[in-house]
């Protein structure tokens, strides 16, 4: 009977052959806008023009970031799970990633954490967010930076906080 790892390495490596030999520039670019700063523009546009749920917003974003980037840096230190251009044998990953460990995904929490708070908040834009999340997500597998279980862990890590914070403040 195969392992979970087993499985997840498998998946990874068939994903990460579609990327082979091919320009990543777009996957890149996807991956990037997961890196942070749209966040930000978002939440001070939100602010600063959408009077009905801007502030809230913009509170409730910053509130579950401040909780999920200790959580996300606390689960790295205690899994120090290799990421798969480090562990694996003659591979190279398309990016240099920003940290050593791999689980779990940090752009894939962040980028569900966003979604997710943009769903509560503007309901039609729900679709759109949460494909973009899940594109995140898939790009950091596609980039050779994390194993599929690291992706899903991100995105669970990011729902989970968002509803927490969402909870809270709203």
């Known amino acids: 009977m195969k392992s979970l790892t087993k499985y997840d390495t498998d998946l990874f490596y068939r994903l990460y052959r579609l990327t082979q030999k091919r320009d990543c520039r777009a996957i890149v670019w996807l991956s990037k806008t997961g890196d942070g700063y749209l966040y930000l523009v978002i939440g001070a546009l939100l602010w600063a023009f959408e ?55 940090g752009h894939t929490a962040a980028a569900w954490l966003m979604a997710s708070i943009v769903a509560h908040f503007y309901p039609s834009f729900s679709v759109l967010v949460y494909s973009w999340a899940a594109l995140i997500g898939l790009s950091r597998v596609l980039l050779g930076v994390h194993y599929p279980s690291d992706v899903v862990a991100g995105a669970l890590l990011g729902v989970a906080i968002a509803f927490l914070s969402t909870t809270i403040l709203v």
């Open 51 to 105: 009077p009905q749920h801007g502030e809230i917003f913009l509170y409730t974003a910053l509130m579950a970031y401040a909780l999920e980037l200790p959580i996300y840096v606390l689960l790295k230190k205690t899994f120090k799970r290799p990421r798969p251009c480090d562990f694996l044998t003659n591979f190279s990953a398309h990016i240099t990633p920003s940290d050593k460990f791999s689980l779990p995904s």
